[in-house]
């Protein structure tokens, strides 16, 4: 999260982007800076119900790129679980994704590309990312070549594309090529075959599932001429691709006309043949029918309109996937509305990908601004479509990646907030700190901090009754889910699930017992995992008697036979303070759970809830706040346990700037709020007391201690999520207090590196330091099991 005390405007850091290659050509010439911050990226289950249906891509041009602000409310994305890859789209040269938009995708399991695109007047640029960066110094061949047959090729900047992939952990590119190429075929043939060096290249230093996907704009002689689908004058860029993004104003049959193109290709270049020469098969799948979402010649109108060329997409029976660009009209189509606010937003987004609020006895339903439909293209027949399906409708719910590969955790952020806590106390509060201020920083964004807002819980959650059958004459309570910014436990949201009813007249109401459902996750049989949940039951609920537990079920969509093996974890049910219960569960399937060729099972984490009620016709309404769940691994009980903890801090001021003759500054007249610098520190895990087993001789097989575990998927060394930062002022007499009053200044993360926090110009203002005061700054970290470090395991730095 940025930080607290900072008002002022957000710069984006150097090489964020580039405008040419040349730029790009200067940050390679610069030492390498890796954002060891980002999540790395693991792949999702691949399951049969998903193998044939067609793929959701997502192009994010949202006002250019970049213009994102940690001090206010912004555009966030939060419905990853639809989502297969996903584009950071700007008009400069090279785009590169923010590092928190890197890691709420791949905190999902869902690829996060740049781009690559040359509009009008990027001519030379694009003839010199095939020949290369030219020497500076005089040179010229050995002897007189033979005429060469075609453009030299060189491997220079797809090096550099690739290296810059690799350092800022994105997974590829999106080619957008909007300018004629004036050396025709030659230029073009050349491009294609440099599209082939760049996916070489990136398999090599990020990995095989990597991407590069054409954008249909080029074709083979050279011309800028879109063509709306894949046929012979942009097949050559599609085979040297990973896949294309048609353009957005196709007639309607050209989804069905692309398919068939397709399927009539020679299997040899297509790569379904075993003896392909080509580096990866390619299917239906990837072929990205483009959808505008501002309507410019889409099918539909855009909008709420899109469903319509969804219809004729048909990414579950013809198989191709769908790119739609611009969903963020949702926020800049409304957002100069004089009713318009974030909630606002939020609700008509959610319409958009989830539809309407499906509550059952509700008076009035959701309207839907469905536009019109403009004239047919030219040779396009009118086609009638039925009610409004939304967009998440289309496709199949994917879950996050496997929490042995990468555990999971969600406080149920959208990535926007207006304060935030820490073990459910509010640290900082963006409404007080605007009015002290007299600024208009209200609320932060930070996608780094997203998460997960429950996919099965949110924005539709469903109830269901524990037992075999209902309960005879009994209602099942409806239930509203919704973001709570006013109150959480760590971060800057929880999730408010209200259950209510009516009442009933049924005796049988006394004693109920139903299901949540709150996140669906992929599952290795064989293997046991911990779950645990932190919820509060909010003030204003009806009088009835309550318990809650954690629980685990198999999911309709998952195969083959077994059942969970539950068993209640140390955890379970305890009370942390501030109204909040944490709940734990560890669970496991055998290895027969999975289906032939199936590597993971689907499950979903719930709570149950058991409701005693007195007078059943009395009416229910039952608040209760999520405010986290993390499910990960559990170690063999063989393993050692391990103490993680902060080792050291250290602070490094940054260089003050030389002053210029004009300048006003004095030392008088100067003060501690300009000074800013970096904390860096480093993660250490402690093993408890060692008891050696004795050694009989020195054949002796057994270790003299138990080993920990090594393997990929049981890494045990604890992982550092972020940190949260606060700094303290000394007393008049040099002494410090306690690191619990000290002042929370931010959280680390936001600029994408690892165990670093940057203390930017103007965050120690509101400690009001005079020239000789000290500062004390605390570390705090936050593992990937949601655990917030006690002080006794942090540390302090003085500046």
């Not at 469905?370 to 409708?393: L, Q």
């Not at 932190?534 to 077994?562: F, N, P, R």
């Amino acid at each position: 999260m940025p930080l607290r005390a900072s008002t002022t405007a957000y710069n984006v850091p150097k090489y964020s982007y580039f405008k040419s290659l040349e730029e790009l050509d200067q940050w390679a010439a610069q030492p390498p800076l890796f954002f060891d911050g980002v999540l790395p990226f693991h792949p999702r289950s691949n399951r049969d119900d998903i193998r044939t249906r067609g793929k959701l891509l997502l192009c994010h041009d949202y006002k250019g790129g970049y213009t994102e602000s940690p001090f206010t409310l912004s555009y966030t994305f939060n419905y990853w679980n639809s989502v297969e890859t996903f584009i950071y789209f700007s008009h400069h040269r090279v785009t590169i994704p923010p590092p928190g938009w890197i890691t709420a995708a791949h905190r999902q399991g869902v690829k996060m590309l740049g781009t690559l695109i040359f509009e009008p007047g990027g001519e030379a640029d694009c003839l010199r990312l095939l020949v290369g960066q030219l020497p500076k110094s005089r040179t010229g061949p050995a002897t007189q070549a033979p005429p060469t047959p075609s453009l030299p090729l060189s491997p220079h900047y797809a090096r550099l594309l690739a290296e810059l992939a690799c350092q800022r952990g994105f997974d590829g590119y999106l080619l957008n090529f909007e300018c004629p190429l004036q050396g025709g075929p030659e230029q073009t043939r050349a491009l294609a075959a440099w599209i082939t060096l760049l996916q070489e290249e990136l398999k090599q230093k990020v990995g095989d599932y990597t991407e590069v996907i054409w954008y249909d704009s080029v074709i083979v002689t050279g011309q800028l001429a879109w063509q709306d689908r894949l046929n012979s004058v942009n097949l050559p860029f599609f085979l040297s691709s990973s896949s294309i993004f048609t353009n957005y104003t196709w007639r309607t049959h050209y989804p069905s006309l692309t398919a068939q193109y397709f399927l009539t290709l020679d299997p040899s270049l297509t790569g379904s043949d075993p003896k392909s020469h080509h580096v990866g098969s390619k299917t239906l799948q990837d072929i990205y029918v483009g959808i505008d979402v501002w309507g410019r010649g889409t099918h539909g109108n855009g909008g709420f309109g899109c469903y319509k060329a969804l219809n004729h997409i048909s990414p579950d029976s013809l198989g191709l996937s769908v790119a739609i660009f611009g969903h963020a009209w949702t926020w800049e189509s409304e957002q100069d509305k004089p009713e318009w606010t974030w909630h606002t937003w939020w609700d008509y987004e959610r319409l958009l990908w989830a539809g309407p609020r499906r509550i059952v006895n509700a008076t009035e339903k959701e309207k839907v601004p469905i536009p019109e439909m403009p004239p047919p293209k030219k040779g396009e027949e009118p086609c009638e479509h039925g009610d409004f399906v939304s967009i998440c409708d289309f496709f199949p719910t994917k879950t996050p990646p496997d929490p042995l590969d990468l555990a999971f955790h969600t406080t149920f952020c959208p990535g926007v907030g207006m304060s935030w806590f820490v073990d459910g106390i509010k640290v900082f509060d963006s409404l007080s700190m605007s009015t002290e201020s007299k600024s208009r920083f209200t609320g932060w964004t930070d996608i780094h901090q997203q998460t997960s807002m429950g996919d099965l819980v949110w924005p539709n959650p469903t109830l269901a009754w524990t037992g075999d059958a209902p309960l005879e004459g009994v209602r099942i309570p409806e239930a509203v889910a919704e973001v709570n910014m006013d109150d959480a436990w760590n971060g800057g949201s929880s999730l408010r699930v209200v259950l209510s009813d009516t009442g009933n007249q049924s005796e049988d109401a006394a004693f109920r017992c139903v299901r949540l459902p709150i996140q669906s996750l992929s599952i290795s049989p064989g293997r046991s995992y911990v779950a645990t949940a932190v919820y509060k039951i909010e003030a204003g609920g009806s009088e009835v008697d309550l318990d809650i537990s954690l629980s685990t079920a198999l999911l309709s969509s998952s195969s083959g036979d077994g059942s969970i093996t539950s068993t209640a974890a140390s955890a379970n049910d305890t009370s942390l303070g501030e109204g909040w219960t944490k709940l734990g569960l560890q669970f496991s399937l055998p290895e027969t759970a999975a289906a032939p060729n199936a590597q993971d099972v689907l499950v979903s984490i719930d709570l149950t809830i058991v409701i005693v009620s007195e007078d059943t016709t009395t009416p229910l309404r039952l608040p209760i706040l999520l405010g986290q769940m993390n499910v990960y691994p559990s170690h063999p009980s063989s393993v050692p346990a391990h103490t993680p903890s902060i080792l050291w801090a250290d602070f490094k001021p940054s260089p003050s700037p030389t002053p210029s003759a004009s300048s006003t500054s004095t030392p008088s007249s100067s003060s501690n709020s300009e000074v800013s610098g970096t904390i860096s520190w480093e993660i250490a895990a402690a093993l408890p007391p060692i008891n050696l087993a004795p050694i009989t001789s020195p054949e002796d097989t057994t270790p003299v201690w138990p080993t920990q575990p090594s393997a990929h998927r049981w890494s045990w060394f604890p992982k550092v999520m972020y940190t949260n930062v606060y700094a303290q002022k000394a007393s008049g007499s040099g002494s410090f207090g306690r690191p619990e009053d000290a002042l929370w200044i931010g959280t680390s993360g936001y600029d994408g590196t690892r165990n670093v926090f940057t203390l930017g110009e103007g965050v120690l203002k509101t400690l009001e330091l005079g020239l000789r005061d000290k500062v004390r700054f605390y570390v705090r970290g936050v593992t990937d099991r949601g655990e917030v470090l006690p002080w006794s395991q942090s540390v302090w730095v003085d500046m």
